[in-house]
């Protein structure tokens, strides 16, 4: 079966410091990785995905992730963070094969203090 | 713009209450979602289809049922409401399964 660990529940930053999420993920199959972003009371937005191709992949709002398949991890990361990046954010996982269902993880709260 | 809308956004209801959630999406996705949302465990699956009269259980639909009898709606049926099921419910499409998903603002949804 396939997991998702988000290894920080909270991190909290100061504004223009630069951040990093953790995810780690479990599968033993071919895996496609995607970053997602939700706002108070809002439903979810794609920050960025990696299906194939480069390691390294480009999101929305500066951030970037790296996909490292030899320590099965796509951490998300931000040179420099901004108020309004304060959100709650999740890793998910969708494996190439059987359900083909997103997986999330339990998710980072990402707090930017002045 | 094509948008994904869930109806109610806030719902108190009894236990033992039939309770549907309404989801209606205009993307023409043939793929739709239900996850639902608690502190602590991120997103979870409940049901998912894959189009009209296709559906498929999740890793957490006991207690939950759907039906697809169009693209658009994929309405979620609590039989008989628990108070393990107070969450907030999130809908999702996407138009293939590798596809960045749509969701909807959720529904808020407490049982008594």
């Known amino acids: 079966a396939q997991s998702v660990t988000q290894l920080d529940s909270q991190v909290p930053v100061f504004e223009e410091a630069p951040v990093e999420l953790r995810c780690n993920y479990s599968?033993?199959?071919?895996?496609?990785l995607f970053w997602y972003v939700q706002y108070p009371n809002q439903g979810l937005q794609l920050l960025l995905k990696y299906l194939s191709g480069s390691t390294l992949v480009k999101g929305i709002n500066g951030f970037e992730a790296e996909f490292n398949k030899s320590q099965t991890s796509f951490h998300l990361r931000k040179p420099s963070v901004h108020i309004s990046d304060t959100a709650e954010y999740f890793c998910?996982?969708?494996?190439?094969?059987?359900?083909?269902?997103?997986?999330f993880g339990s998710g980072t709260r990402l707090q930017v203090q002045p | 713009d094509a948008e994904i809308t869930q109806s109610p956004r806030h719902k108190i209801t009894e236990t033992g209450r039939q309770v549907t959630l309404a989801c209606h999406q205009t993307w023409n996705h043939n793929n739709m979602f239900w996850y639902r949302q608690d502190l602590g465990h991120g997103l979870r699956l409940i049901h998912y289809?894959?189009?009209?009269?296709?559906?498929n259980k999740g890793e957490v639909s006991d207690g939950y049922s759907v039906s697809r009898s169009n693209t658009e709606d994929l309405p979620l049926t609590l039989e008989s409401a628990a108070s393990s099921q107070t969450s907030v419910y999130f809908c999702?499409?996407?138009?293939?399964?590798?596809?960045?998903?749509?969701f909807g603002d959720g529904t808020r949804l407490s049982i008594l």
């Open positions: 599968s033993s199959v071919s895996v496609y």
């Open positions: 998910a996982v969708i494996m190439d094969t059987g359900r083909r269902a997103l997986t």
């Open positions: 289809s894959y189009g009209v009269q296709d559906t």
């Open positions: 999702a499409s996407s138009a293939g399964v590798m596809q960045p998903q749509h």
